[in-house]
């Protein structure tokens, strides 16, 4: 089993449309998730950190699912901005610093 | 605001040359990650340091070595390029030794070919 799994895409959403990203991840012991963006030829960044009590930035929603390990990002209103691949990342085995990258959902928004 | 830097953005070299590819961070960080990218891989871990003079393999670390002599600088090695090697280099470096603080930093990628 892939140690996180998300599903390619890729997502072809109208502006406004309300987007959801779903991912899972294999390893119980993982302690930090996050969603990260990436853009075409760019490096990854920092989209935002996964709470278990789920947490919430503008138009992003991000959920995390302990018992399921399930990690989920929601994106209303989209835009044609949000267009770009959303990496979902876990850390590995409880170690610091070092993180699994799932392989990333493409979002392409159209006016 | 975090920094990291990383010597070229495109780089082409022949098959069998020595090349090396170097990060930069400016934040004191002691974790330094050299990681690839290629279409439908995704991002996979080559070498990692936790500290100077340290390193650790990843899950891809063959055909590749790594330096860390100083605490700032983490350098990436193909002792003789392959094509298989053609790809997207990125570093990428966290702020902080405890989890929860282990958020990646991203150098701006080194697109390196190999003919």
């Known amino acids: 089993r892939k140690e996180v799994e998300q599903d390619p895409g890729p997502f072809n959403v109208p502006e406004g449309a309300t987007v959801a990203f779903n991912c899972t991840y294999s390893?119980?012991?993982?302690?930090?998730f996050f969603w990260y963006r990436q853009d075409c030829r760019k490096e990854p960044k920092l989209l935002m950190s996964?709470?278990?009590s789920g947490n919430e930035d503008g138009r992003f929603t991000a959920q995390l699912n302990r018992a399921s390990q399930y990690i989920s990002l929601l994106i209303r209103d989209s835009k044609l901005s949000d267009s770009a691949t959303y990496l979902c990342?876990?850390?590995?085995?409880?170690?610091?610093?070092?993180?699994?990258f799932g392989k990333g959902t493409k979002l392409s928004v159209k006016p | 605001d975090v920094k990291v830097t990383q010597s070229s953005r495109y780089l082409v070299k022949r098959t069998g040359e020595k090349v090396f590819l170097e990060c930069v961070q400016d934040?004191?960080?002691?974790?330094m990650f050299w990681y690839r990218q290629d279409p439908g891989l995704g991002l996979r871990l080559i070498y990692f340091?936790?500290?100077?003079?340290?390193?650790e393999k990843g899950d891809i670390p063959e055909g590749y070595s790594v330096s860390r002599e100083k605490k700032e600088r983490f350098s990436l090695i193909l002792e003789s390029a392959s094509t298989n090697q053609t790809s997207m280099y990125l570093c990428?470096?966290?702020?902080?030794?405890?989890?929860?603080?282990?958020?990646?930093?991203f150098g701006p990628g080194t697109r390196l070919t190999v003919l």
């Open positions: 934040m004191d960080h002691e974790n």
């Open positions: 990428a470096s966290p702020p902080g030794s405890s989890v929860g603080t282990d958020t990646q930093y």
């Open positions: 340091s936790y500290d100077v003079k340290m390193k």
């Open positions: 390893n119980s012991a993982s302690q930090s």
């Open positions: 990342v876990v850390n590995a085995r409880g170690s610091q610093g070092n993180l699994i």
């Open positions: 996964v709470y278990s």
